[in-house]
């Protein structure tokens, strides 16, 4: 019987033993199958057949807000190749006044001199003994003249060698040299300058193979764009920097027809006259002035429109200067508590302040007080608008204001004239020796921001280089409070006492400047 078992359990081992052989070596039958060592052929394998599909249920219906589409960083590297070789350097020289210091006194020192600082603050001791050298002239100094030298970009707008800049750059130059791409230098003529706006047109001679620049369009450009500035920053040449437009349309106080792109693209000294470029690399704009606390970049600087060089080009290049239209009247802005006072449902418009004595407003019978809203079809919704819109307007031309006068709407009818340069209209001695300055009247508004307490005298607007008026410190802002010990109270008193000044006499000016009052005396050239 335990034979039996064993020879049973013996086969069971074998066959197990078999089959396992079969599994693992595959043994190939006759008919090409895997058979084990026993021959016997090898059950077919089995493979779990698939679980029927299930779809998954379906996710709940979400609304998202569709996504813009990802891009790629701007390719500034290929626009600066690109487009470095239309800017070009310019360096100007110019001959100016000065005086030579007497040895400073061996107590006191100026800036980044050795010693003690002077005790009444900073400075160098001229800046003490300056009010009495007014009066008593400048002692032991000699006069002499030292070369004034500026730097500043531009850029080619013409193959014929037609270079835009900024007026500033060039002004009150004597001599100046553009540098190409290529090292080359080149002096340049003023064809034509604008200083209201801040625009000089130059030329070069005798270049061949010069690119032009493409012009874009500065009004179609958006805030969070993308821009590229190349210039000469502290005369780096071609340097490039970029950023966004971080605003249109700002008005920073330069004059009447603000209306500058604000970007946070590098922007320093040296950069004025250099394009702004969006990523299409046409220039969108002039890069011209930033706002800075040191004297450096901190990420807001300015340039005019590119439009705005396109309108005024065709005429610096044909006149050598800007002909703008007239209206003859002081406008200030529409505040909400100036539109309470006269009963305005709105702040807008451009309040008359002071209507020019036979000027084109004062013909149509505009009165201070009123309120312009429109201009020939055009709303003014902001008091700057105003200067441009009629500075655009045709001489002769003939327009329709709408102006609010005691809050009843008025329509007038008024012929815009040509607008003179301030110097010609502000002169002293019978209108015959230019001070080299313009006023206006002082208005509330201004004298708000200018921190004077009361509305009284006239300030100054602008100071031609070189002019008696510069000569003798005037500083735009500065308020004329009298001409000759006589009290101004606006521009008619002020230019009736410049016109009782006897030729070639000194001009007395009694001046506030910040919180402080001082006189300032001006010598008329001969």
Known sequence: MRTMRGALLALAIG??????????????????????????????????????????????????????????????????????????????????????????????????QQGPQWPFGEGEPKDFTEPFERFFGPGPKQQHQAPQRSLGSGFVIDSEGYILTNNHVVENADEIVVRLDNEQEHKATVVGKDPKTDLALLKIDGVSGLTAVPLGDSDKLRVGEWVMAIGNPF???????SGIVSAKGRFIGAGNYDDYIQTDAAINPGNSGGPLINLRGEVVGINSAIFSRSGGNIGIGFAIPVNLAKELVPQLREKGKVTRGWLGVLIQKVTPEIAESLGLEQSHGALVADVIANGPAAAAGIKVGDVIVEFDGHPVNESNELPMLVARTPLEKQVT???????????????????????????????????????????PEIAENLGVEEAKGVVVTAVESGSPADEAGLRRGDVILEVNRQAVEDTDNYKAALKKVEKGKNVLFLVRRGENTIFLALKPPA
Do not use: C, M, Y
């Open 235 to 241: 005369g780096l040449d071609h340097s490039v920097t």
């Open 15 to 112: 066959i197990i033993v078999g089959v396992g052989a079969t599994l693992q070596f595959g043994i190939p039958g006759r008919d090409g199958s895997a058979v084990g060592s026993s021959g016997a052929h090898k059950a077919p394998s089995l493979t779990r057949a698939p679980a029927p599909a299930v779809p998954p249920p379906a996710p709940a219906a979400v609304t998202e807000p569709p996504t813009a589409p990802v891009t790629g960083l701007p390719d500034f590297a290929t626009l600066a190749e690109r487009l470095s070789p239309v800017v070009v350097n310019i360096s100007t020289r110019s001959q100016r006044k000065e005086q030579a210091e007497p040895p400073s006194h061996p107590r006191f020192r100026g800036p980044g």
């Open 401 to 443: 204001l709408k102006i609010l006068r005691d809050k009843q709407p008025i329509d007038l009818p008024v012929t815009i004239a040509e607008l003179q340069d301030e110097e010609t209209q502000v002169a002293g001695g019978g209108d015959s020796e230019k001070l080299g300055l313009a006023v206006q009247t002082l208005t």
